[in-house]
């Protein structure tokens, strides 16, 4: 009985090339921060809940639910879109450190 099947192999780069590179980094979003009519995520609500029947008054929680402001409604969104960018922003960075000659 085998227990997997190589499909098809794929060789892994030694090296990064621009196009990896690019091809890469054009997929993950371009932050707007100064862009107030085209933020990079809009806010996510906040509801009021009463609760002073448990003894703890008004709270306020963020509803991450919300599809305006977190599309596929994960809480893992944004920390992931901000790994993602860093990421991209070094691969970049390192490649032009690297054409410069500043890495050799």
Do not use: C, Q
């Amino acid at each position: 009985m085998t227990l997997a099947e190589v499909v098809r192999k794929v060789e892994y780069p030694e090296v990064l090339d621009w196009g990896r590179v690019e091809r890469w980094a054009d997929e993950i979003p371009v932050k707007s921060e100064n862009d107030p009519e085209n933020p990079e995520w809009r806010a996510t609500p906040v509801r009021e809940l009463d609760l002073r029947g448990d003894g703890y008054g008004f709270v306020h929680v963020k509803d991450e639910s919300d599809i305006r402001s977190n599309p596929t409604r994960n809480i893992k969104d944004r920390p992931a879109w901000e790994i993602a960018a860093l990421y991209r922003d070094f691969a970049r960075a390192l490649w032009m450190k690297g054409r410069e000659g500043v890495l050799n």
